[in-house]
C-alpha cells in the first residue's frame, strides 16, 4: 500500500470506513434473520473508493450514486440511523421510508441519492455540474457507477457532454469484478480508461483497496475540476465481500474467492497495517474505533427494527409539490 | 390585443420567463442552430423556430445546442433541475423519447417521492407531437397518454395560442416536472395573446362553448377540429358543450363530470392510439362518475390503432376530421 500523505486524516479516514463495514456486515445478519424487506446490495470491500472521494468533498458537492449506496451515503455524511430506518422501510428513515435501500438520499448533504436504474443517475451528475458551472460556483460533482453502468448508454453521453461543455464532474467506476453474476472481465470491451481517453477526459486506474491510492488520485482530479479543468475518470478496482444482493447464493464466485478476498483485499487491514507502521496511529485507537463503530451500528439497526412504519397518510402525499 | 401565433406565444413565455429568472435556460438539438458550424448561427430556432431568437437575447449560456444524445441532455436538465436551476428541455419530436425514456419514467417522475420529498425536480421538457404532415410512424405520433399514466409528472396540452402561453408560464414556474406538448398543426394557428405574463393554473379545464345538446371533450389539436363540428351542428339546430382539459395531468375531472351530466351524452376526440388513450380515459370516467346521466352511449372519435402512415391519403383516413365528430354527436342523439 501507498505511504500515508501528511494532509490524509487517517483516524478519520479509517472510522468512516470502519463505520460502513459494522453496518454492512451487521446489516447481512439482520437481514439473514429475514425482517428486512427488499433488496439491499451491500458495499462491504468497496469502502476506500467512497471513503477516498468523499473525503474530498464538502455537503455542497454532489454525489449521485447506485443501488449499492449506503457506503456512499455515509460517506457523504449522511446519518446512520436515518440510513437504518429506511432500509426498514420505517418512520424517520432517510426518505420517509418510501425509498428503501435501493434509493437512501441526504439531499442536505448533496447526497443525490441512490439510484437503482444501472447508469441512470450519470447524466444526473452532469447536470449539477452544469449548474455548478453555470453559477460561476466551485463545486464539484462525483457521479459513482459499477462495471455493469460502465457499458449503459447513459455513461457515454454524460461523459461526452460534460467533456464538450467542460464541467466539473468525476466519473468514478467502481468495479468490483460482477454485473450481478457476468463477470466484468467478460462483459466490457476494452479498458475502461480507453473509453475515457475516447472521450478526451484523463482516466486513471486506481487501487480501490488502497485508501491513499483513491484518496491521492481523486484528489487531483477534484482540484482539477474546481479549477475548470472539466471532468475526468477513474476505474476503482474494489472486491466485494457479500453477493450482488442479499440472498445472493453466490454461484457465480471462484470456490473461496470471498474467503481470498477478505484476507488479501481488505482496505481495512491494509489501511490500519501503514497506519501503525508509520506511527500515524495507536492500535488502542484504532480497537476503540472499531469497538465505537461496532456498537454505532448495531444501535441504527437495533433502533430501526423497533422504529414503527410511518402512517399510511404517507402513501400519497410527496407525488408532486402541488397537484 | 395582439394577435400571435401558437409559435410567437411560446416564445413569448420562453422570453419573459428567462427575463424573469435568472435560473432559467433552454437545452436541446439544434435549438438555436449552427453550433460549432462555419454558417450562420441562430437561422433555425429549433426545427419549427419555436426558439429562434433567443441565442441574440440570452447567449451561448442560457441557450445550448446539444449533441443528438437524449438521455445525456435531458438527464443534465433533471440534474440542474435537482440543484435548483429552472431547465426547459426540448425534446424536438415526442416519438425520440423512445430513447431517453428512462429519464423520464423512472426519474424526474420519482425523485420527489421516492427521496421523501426532499428532492424537488422543477424542469420542464418541451415536445412536439401529431400527425398530417407526411412525417410517418417515428415522427408524428400523439404519445401524451404514455406520460399523463405515470405519477408524479405533469402533462399540458395547450390547443391554442393564448392557452399556450399561459401553460408554458406556469409550467415554467412549476415545482415539478411538466411535460408540454406542442402539436405541429397548431404552430401556425393564431389568435389573441396579451403582451404580458400570465399563468394558467394546471387541472383547470376550459369550456370552450356551452351548448347543453351533447359534450364533446377534445385534446390538444383536436379541439380545434371540434370546434368546427361544433359550427357544422349549430346549422343543423345542434348545440354542443365543448371541454378543453387543457392538461391532462392533472385532469380537471369535475369540470368534465359536470359538463357529462348537463348534456347527457358524449364524445371524445383524442389524436392519440385508442388503446389506454384519453379517450378511453374519459370514457371510464363517465361510467364511474356519471353513468345514470348518459342518455346514450358514449362515443369515441380517435384514429384506428394502427402506426402512421405515410402516404397522404393513408394519414388523412388515418386522423379524425370534424365530419367524424359532427357525426359521432349525431349517433348521440339517434
Redesign the interface.
Known amino acids: 500500500m501507498s505511504e500515508l500523505p501528511a494532509a490524509l486524516d487517517v483516524t478519520r479516514a479509517y472510522r468512516m470506513m470502519r463505520l460502513m463495514r459494522e453496518f454492512e456486515d451487521q446489516m447481512h445478519v439482520a437481514i439473514a434473520r429475514g425482517n428486512v424487506p427488499g433488496f439491499t446490495h451491500l458495499y462491504a470491500g468497496e469502502e476506500a473508493s467512497a471513503v477516498g472521494v468523499c473525503l474530498h468533498l464538502a455537503d455542497s458537492d454532489v454525489l449521485c450514486s447506485t443501488h449499492r449506496a449506503h457506503g456512499h451515503f455515509l460517506a457523504k455524511g449522511g446519518d446512520i440511523d436515518a440510513l437504518a430506518l429506511e432500509i426498514f422501510g420505517k418512520d424517520g428513515g432517510a426518505c420517509g421510508g418510501k425509498g428503501g435501500s435501493m434509493h437512501v438520499a441526504d439531499w442536505s448533504r448533496g447526497m443525490w441519492g441512490a439510484n437503482a436504474i444501472i447508469g441512470a443517475s450519470v447524466p444526473h451528475a452532469v447536470g449539477a455540474g452544469f449548474a455548478f458551472s453555470y453559477r460561476g460556483e466551485r463545486g464539484v460533482a462525483v457521479s459513482f457507477g459499477g462495471d455493469g453502468a460502465s457499458n449503459q448508454g447513459a455513461g457515454f453521453e454524460s461523459m461526452n457532454l460534460a467533456k464538450i461543455l467542460n464541467l466539473p464532474v468525476l466519473f468514478v467506476l467502481e468495479d468490483n469484478g460482477y454485473a450481478e453474476t457476468t463477470a466484468a472481465a467478460w462483459a466490457c470491451a476494452g479498458r475502461p480508461v480507453d473509453r475515457a481517453a475516447g472521450f478526451g477526459i484523463p482516466g486513471v486506474e486506481v487501487d480501490g483497496t488502497d485508501l491513499v491510492d483513491v484518496w491521492t488520485k481523486v484528489g487531483a482530479g477534484v482540484a482539477r475540476a474546481r479549477d475548470g479543468g472539466g471532468p475526468s475518470f477513474f476505474h476503482v478496482r474494489v472486491p466485494i465481500f457479500h453477493g450482488h444482493y442479499e440472498g445472493d447464493p453466490e454461484t457465480y464466485r471462484a470456490p473461496g474467492e470471498v474467503k481470498k478476498l477478505r484476507a488479501e483485499q481488505d482496505c481495512l487491514v491494509k489501511l490500519r497495517t501503514v497506519a501503525l507502521s508509520a506511527g500515524r496511529a495507536t492500535a488502542a485507537a484504532l480497537d476503540a474505533i472499531d469497538a465505537e463503530c461496532a456498537t454505532l451500528a448495531a444501535r441504527a439497526i437495533e433502533r430501526a427494527q423497533a422504529a414503527p412504519f410511518p402512517p399510511l397518510s404517507a402513501l400519497t402525499t410527496d407525488v408532486c409539490a402541488r397537484f | 390585443m395582439a394577435i400571435k401565433t401558437t409559435r410567437e406565444a411560446i416564445r413569448d413565455a420562453l422570453i419573459a420567463e428567462m427575463e424573469r429568472d435568472e435560473r432559467v435556460?433552454v437545452i436541446g438539438e439544434d435549438i438555436a442552430g449552427g453550433m460549432g458550424a462555419p454558417g450562420e448561427q441562430d437561422a433555425w430556432g429549433g426545427v419549427f423556430g419555436v426558439t429562434k431568437g433567443l441565442l441574440g437575447r440570452f447567449g451561448r449560456?442560457r441557450v445550448?445546442d446539444?449533441?443528438i444524445?437524449e438521455?445525456?441532455?435531458?438527464?443534465?436538465?433533471?440534474?440542474?433541475?435537482?440543484?435548483?436551476?429552472r431547465?426547459v428541455v426540448e425534446i424536438m419530436f415526442v416519438d425520440f423519447f423512445g430513447v431517453c425514456f428512462?429519464?423520464v419514467l423512472?426519474?424526474m417522475a420519482k425523485?420527489?417521492?421516492?427521496?421523501?420529498?426532499?428532492?424537488?425536480t422543477p424542469i420542464t421538457v418541451r415536445t412536439s407531437y401529431g400527425a398530417g404532415f407526411g412525417a410517418a410512424a417515428q415522427h408524428s405520433q400523439a404519445l401524451y397518454p404514455i406520460f399523463a399514466h405515470i405519477?408524479?409528472i405533469?402533462v399540458a396540452l395547450p390547443s391554442n395560442a393564448y392557452d399556450a402561453k399561459g401553460l408554458l408560464t406556469a409550467a415554467i414556474r412549476?415545482?415539478?416536472p411538466v411535460l408540454f406538448f406542442e402539436h405541429k398543426g397548431l404552430y401556425d394557428e393564431a389568435c389573441e395573446v396579451p403582451d404580458e405574463s400570465y399563468v394558467l393554473p394546471f387541472?383547470e379545464a376550459a369550456v370552450v362553448r356551452e351548448g347543453g345538446d351533447c359534450c364533446i371533450v377534445a385534446f390538444g389539436r383536436m379541439v380545434l377540429l371540434a370546434r368546427q363540428a361544433a359550427d357544422l351542428l349549430a346549422a343543423e339546430g345542434i348545440e354542443v358543450t365543448l371541454v378543453d382539459p387543457r392538461t391532462i395531468a392533472?385532469l380537471d375531472t369535475d369540470t368534465i363530470v359536470e359538463a357529462i351530466e348537463d348534456c347527457g351524452r358524449l364524445v371524445v376526440v383524442d389524436e392519440a392510439s385508442p388503446v389506454c388513450g384519453m379517450a378511453s380515459e374519459i370514457a371510464a370516467l363517465a361510467a364511474t362518475r356519471c353513468p345514470c346521466a348518459l342518455k346514450a352511449p358514449v362515443q369515441t372519435v380517435t384514429p384506428p390503432a394502427v402506426p402512421i402512415p405515410f402516404s397522404p391519403a393513408l394519414e388523412a383516413a388515418y386522423l379524425p376530421t370534424a365530419a367524424d365528430i359532427a357525426a359521432a354527436v349525431r349517433r348521440t342523439l339517434q
Do not use: C, H, V
Open positions: 435556460f449560456k445550448i446539444t449533441p444524445s438521455t445525456g441532455f435531458l438527464g443534465l436538465g433533471i440534474g440542474a433541475a435537482n440543484a435548483g436551476l431547465p428512462d429519464q423512472n426519474n425523485f420527489r417521492y421516492m427521496y421523501g420529498g426532499k428532492a424537488s405519477p408524479g405533469k412549476d415545482e415539478d387541472g392533472p
